[in-house]
């Protein structure tokens, strides 16, 4: 009776922990760092699952041990394991072979099918991102195994839906026009790389999924160089292109994009072009899925430092904790290049501001205010 009577406050206070900390090591159900970079959630059946980026630890040599991880939750702080939903496939006539890149892998769940659909950016093994393919693989069961299917470069042969005839029309001496200097600026705003690109496909680097409220699926994705976003419309199934697509922002260099919609309007987080390096974040902000897209400048408040770097994160995906309220979590990564494994998770509440969505550092900050 007296050990019950010590041991009582104990369990009435053994409660699961609702705190976020960004940028801290955040420990899974086996106490290592989560292993999910440049991914995203997705909610089934109650539960949340986290698909990133599965990085090999510094030092490991088997590549093998290498693809994109799944992480379970039902309370978006205690993450499980679920082990590696898409791994490389250990043949060498395979494209997914080990010693290539995945990055910024998405899930989607399509109702018609039944099917999960994940996509991915997909570079060579040996060839760097000279590559920029998206690579597509499916599964039964949410936390996979995923089945590899393909990959390629979107939309070969087709022009974007907003692309005009004149814009079709090659610019006479445009393959030498000198890198940077201002023709060619315009040059690329005018469609230079689509059209050097028509016939093969466009390029896909960083990359995002996002089904719309009439139930289209969009792959929007850095192309041209990294200089303009594609949003693609992906076919019923999710496992191809429909060849619609429309150019977002045209010569703007923006990557990393994590779309949401909020108060009738569509909003989206992305960054500069400055590889692992962090940059002022950026807002845009459209009507329409398909634009036409305004961007409005920096969403953090913070110090000029801070600002400057977006808190040392990167965009990657916005959670739609509760919609209706106007509720979401903004989820980033702060890159560790030498150690990629170690990069750390920014997990900020957005907040608004005059009706625009705003990022404010939080060293830590309590789920259960933000419900």
């Known amino acids: 009776m007296i050990i019950a009577v010590i041991l009582l406050p104990f369990f009435i206070h053994a409660q699961k922990s609702t705190i976020i900390s960004p940028g801290l090591m955040w420990p899974d159900n086996e106490g290592n760092h989560i292993n999910a970079h440049g991914g995203a959630l997705l909610r089934h059946e109650g539960t949340y699952y986290w698909f990133g980026e599965s990085r090999l630890r510094k030092g490991e040599n088997d590549r093998t041990n290498y693809g994109v991880g799944c992480y379970s939750s039902d309370d978006l702080v205690s993450w499980k394991n679920e082990g590696l939903a898409l791994r490389v496939i250990n043949d060498t006539s395979s494209l997914l072979q080990p010693g290539c890149v995945i990055e910024r892998p998405k899930v989607l769940y399509n109702s018609k099918t039944g099917k999960f659909v994940m996509w991915f950016h997909h570079e060579l093994k040996g060839q760097g991102y000279k590559a920029a393919m998206t690579g597509v693989a499916i599964s039964d069961r949410i936390e996979g195994p995923y089945k590899y299917i393909r990959s390629l470069r979107p939309n070969a042969g087709t022009w974007p839906v907003n692309f005009t005839d004149e814009q079709k029309r090659a610019i006479p001496g445009e393959s030498s026009l000198k890198s940077w200097s201002e023709e060619w600026k315009q040059a690329v705003r005018d469609g230079l790389f689509v059209r050097r690109d028509f016939e093969g496909g466009q390029m896909?680097?960083?990359?995002?999924?996002?089904?719309?409220?009439?139930?289209?699926?969009?792959?929007?994705?850095?192309?041209?160089?990294?200089?303009?976003?594609?949003?693609?419309?992906?076919?019923?199934?999710?496992?191809?292109?429909?060849?619609?697509?429309?150019?977002?922002?045209?010569?703007?260099?923006?990557?990393?994009?994590?779309?949401?919609?909020?108060?009738?309007?569509?909003?989206?987080?992305?960054?500069?072009?400055?590889?692992?390096?962090?940059?002022?974040?950026?807002?845009?902000?459209?009507?329409?899925?398909?634009?036409?897209?305004?961007?409005?400048?920096?969403?953090?408040?913070?110090?000029?430092?801070?600002?400057?770097?977006?808190?040392?994160?990167?965009?990657?995906?916005?959670?739609?904790?509760?919609?209706?309220?106007?509720?979401?979590?903004?989820?980033?990564?702060?890159?560790?290049?030498?150690?990629?494994?170690?990069?750390?998770?920014?997990?900020?509440?957005?907040?608004?501001?005059?009706?625009?969505?705003?990022?404010?550092?939080?060293?830590?900050?309590?789920?259960?205010?933000?419900?």
Not at 240 to 265: C, I, Q
Not at 327 to 356: K, Q
């Open 204 to 371: 896909a680097r960083d990359m995002t999924l996002y089904t719309d409220r009439d139930g289209k699926a969009y792959h929007i994705h850095s192309a041209e160089e990294n200089m303009t976003l594609h949003f693609s419309e992906l076919t019923e199934d999710y496992l191809d292109f429909t060849g619609r697509y429309y150019r977002v922002l045209p010569g703007e260099s923006n990557e990393a994009p994590a779309l949401f919609f909020a108060k009738g309007r569509y909003f989206m987080f992305t960054s500069g072009t400055t590889g692992w390096k962090p940059n002022p974040g950026r807002l845009a902000v459209a009507d329409r899925i398909t634009g036409e897209w305004k961007a409005l400048g920096n969403p953090c408040r913070g110090t000029e430092e801070e600002n400057s770097i977006t808190f040392g994160s990167q965009s990657t995906y916005v959670l739609p904790l509760n919609p209706e309220k106007g509720i979401f979590i903004y989820m980033g990564d702060r890159w560790v290049p030498e150690d990629l494994y170690n990069s750390r998770h920014i997990w900020l509440p957005v907040e608004w501001e005059n009706g625009l969505p705003v990022l404010r550092w939080k060293k830590e900050w309590d789920l259960k205010e933000y419900r």
